[in-house]
Nanobody, 119 residues
Framework: QVQLVESGGGLVQAGGSLRLSCAAS????????MAWFRQAPGKERERVAA????????YYADSVKGRFTISRDNARNTVYLQMNSLKPEDTAVYYC????????????WGQGTQVTVSS
């Protein structure tokens, strides 16, 4: 089992940057594929980025491709989401999530961190 705690959210102007962090408990962090999701009011939850165990393979939603970068530091039990060129439509609660290797469902979730982008 793993517990996840996000940080780094806040208010930023359009065009600005934020870096989200997700700290994981436990000694087996490196065995969990990780992802960042977001959910805006009235909208469905969206997976914006994902990363494999080693950090070599990544996925990005089309809406963030070229602007967001996901990375992980297995020695620090942390996954990051660097967000550049932020737009008002990026406003949402951002969650990090972990899934068991070999499974498609994300089982473990953080509490979320609010990102607000003003125009």
């Amino acid at each position: 089992q793993v517990q996840l705690v996000e940080s780094g959210g806040g208010l930023v102007q359009a065009g600005g940057s934020l870096r989200l962090s997700c700290a994981a408990s436990g000694r087996t962090f490196s065995s969990y594929p990780m992802a960042w999701f977001r959910q805006a009011p009235g909208k469905e939850r969206e997976r914006v980025a994902a990363i494999n165990l080693s950090g070599i393979s990544t996925y990005y939603a089309d809406s963030v491709k070229g602007r967001f970068t996901i990375s992980r530091d297995n020695a620090r039990n942390t996954v990051y989401l660097q967000m550049n060129s932020l737009k008002p439509e990026d406003t949402a609660v951002y969650y990090c999530a972990a899934r068991e290797g070999g499974r498609m469902t994300y089982t473990y979730w953080g509490q979320g961190t609010q990102v607000t982008v003003s125009s």
